[in-house]
């Protein structure tokens, strides 16, 4: 969907965003179709600018979808309903807030950093600004909408996808966290009735089935609070670092080219897979102001919690660790990854 964004006129011809890349069943890529519909296969004429043009298509929108869908809606919306209607005493706000620890000053500094005319996103990508750069991040906070991650999956036919680790890794800790927050929700509220009598709870759920448009989830009932919320914390954790991880594409300069030119520019048999020095400077540039030190879910913060000793957060703690120990055995038999390995995944959505 990137290829409807223009891209500059300038000194220099750029290629549009975008494109279509196709898999075999163990993850292969088997060929490549550009935004004009033409085919590239391997070992075919433009076979390696295909390649870059798809890892760079691939982290364009995935750093979109990380900052507009998932620090703006899935961080921004939900630390605001935390702070803006539960007590700071209340128990779910305790338990939920470390989820959040600068969210609200990441988005803040992104507005001026990143996506403003004279960030590093503009300053770095080939787009242009009103009918580009600004036009995406219109688009896909208004499009957002709560959408549950398994559901996501079989919408885009991954879900028993072997080598997609968001079907594997990703669905095993989406589990343990709906789990976690499911049982949070039942220690806090005996039954029905005691949801109903927490009004500022029912306040917070108004807010966010307003801007998070849900309507399956809609009513205050014990099930629903705990989807939503259990949708949450995993798209501020697990998912947050599975989307946009900058850094990977920022250690090798042939990864992706922001500023990619059109094939005409390149040999078809020789073509220099080494991005251009601006691209790879704006990736870098980006790399680095994202990157801020975190806890992770590998580690202990029962402390924030109105009983540090509840039996929810001690069964996370064992299931966090049970999935640890998997990820490390998986990552023995496949291309390793930590995506959403506890360790490696950060407690906040700080970044």
Not at 26 to 42: A, H, L, R
Not at 89 to 108: G, I, S
């Amino acid at each position: 969907d990137l290829q409807k964004y223009e891209v500059r006129n300038g000194k220099h011809e750029y290629s549009k965003y975008g494109c279509k890349t196709y898999f075999d069943e163990n993850g292969n890529i088997v060929k490549i179709e550009d935004v004009d519909g033409t085919m590239y296969f391997p070992g075919k004429p433009y076979w390696e600018w295909a390649k870059i043009k798809s890892r760079t298509a691939a982290f364009t929108k995935a750093a979109f979808l990380h900052v507009a869908a998932v620090h703006y809606c899935w961080g921004n919306l939900a630390a605001s309903s935390l702070r803006m209607y539960l007590p700071p005493e209340h128990p779910l706000r305790r338990a939920f807030t470390p989820h959040f620890y600068k969210t609200h000053h990441t988005c803040k500094r992104a507005q001026k950093t990143l996506f403003d005319k004279s960030g590093l996103l503009s300053r770095g990508l080939a787009m242009k600004y009103e009918s580009g750069l600004e036009q995406v991040f219109i688009d896909y906070m208004s499009d957002f909408t709560f959408t549950r991650y398994p559901d996501e999956l079989e919408k885009q036919k991954v879900t028993n996808c072997k080598f997609h680790v968001g079907a594997n890794d990703g669905l095993d800790l989406h589990k343990i966290l709906c789990k976690y927050v499911s049982d949070l929700v039942d220690e806090t509220y005996s039954n029905q009735k005691a949801l109903e009598e927490d009004s500022d709870m029912k306040r917070t759920h108004e807010y966010l089935v307003e801007k998070f448009k849900i309507s399956k989830e809609a009513n205050y009932t014990l099930e629903n609070v705990k989807t939503i919320w259990g949708e949450i914390i995993f798209r501020v954790t697990g998912f947050h670092n599975s989307v946009g991880a900058v850094t990977a594409f920022a250690l090798d300069p042939a990864m992706a080219n922001i500023r990619l030119q059109p094939k005409i520019y390149c040999e078809s048999n020789g073509f220099n897979m080494v991005a251009s020095k601006e691209g790879a400077q704006g990736v870098a540039f980006i790399s680095a102001i994202t990157q801020v030190p975190c806890p992770t879910l590998g580690q202990c913060w029962k402390q924030v919690l109105e009983n540090p000793e509840c039996k929810s957060y001690a069964n996370l703690r064992a299931n966090l660790n049970d999935l640890e120990n998997a990820i490390i055995e998986r990552n023995k038999v496949r291309d390793s990854n930590v995506d959403f390995k506890p360790s490696c995944c950060a407690i906040s959505i700080s970044s």
